[in-house]
């Protein structure tokens, strides 16, 4: 062990060799420090530039599909508002066809139907005759919130379709409501 220090002693490493000893390593240790932090910083900049490089290329192809998707939902809408169908629904009558017996399906499970006869041997419109993609696979909460939006035409075709398919009564009565008729 070390005989204690003077007050002297203390005073003097305390005021005049700390200092020096921390000047003199200061000297030495702060390029090195500088340079350590420099390659730090680098290293940092040049990830947070590739990675906000790869997110703005991304957003904007998801931005681009989103353009296009849209518009091509307006001009399927302009089209249809204009009267460019090429199959109006709901087709002129036609002789009522004998189908499956009542309340069953023609395929069975009351969903699926691409066209022809339905339920109770009334027709139905193509599925893809309608102004709503992907019908079949919807709920119908999904189908419900898209009538608004539809051509009188369009709703006609929605609900001869759904008559003569599913017959889920929400959207029964929504297609009445909008065609201004009394729900049921």
């Known amino acids: 062990m070390t005989e204690p220090k003077t007050p002297l002693e203390q005073a003097l490493e305390m005021f ?14 702060l390029p090195r420090l500088a340079e ?19 997110v703005i290329n991304q957003g904007q192809k998801e931005a681009e599909k989103a353009i296009r998707a849209a518009a091509g939902r307006l001009a399927g809408a302009a089209g249809s ?12 009558p036609a002789p009522a066809r004998p189908g499956p017996e009542a309340g069953a399906s023609v395929n069975g499970s009351g969903a699926g139907h691409a066209s022809g006869a339905g339920v109770n041997g009334r027709l139905a419109p193509p599925v893809s005759s309608l ?3 992907g019908y079949d696979a919807l709920s119908a909460s999904q189908v419900v919130q ?6 009188p ?12 398919t599913r017959q889920r009564r929400t959207i029964l009565t929504k297609v009445a ?8």
């Open 16 to 29: 005049l060799y700390l200092p020096v000893g921390l000047a003199m390593t200061a000297r030495e240790e």
């Open 36 to 54: 350590k932090g420099r390659q730090r910083v680098d290293s940092e900049v040049t990830m947070a530039r590739a990675v906000g490089q790869f």
């Open 81 to 92: 508002a204009s009267g460019s169908r090429q199959t109006p629904w709901p087709p002129s």
């Open 131 to 133: 102004a709503i993609p």
């Open 146 to 151: 898209r009538l608004a939006g539809l051509a």
């Open 153 to 164: 035409g369009e709703l006609e075709a929605v609900r001869s379709y759904e008559a003569a």
């Open 177 to 184: 409501q909008l065609q201004g008729g009394a729900p049921g």
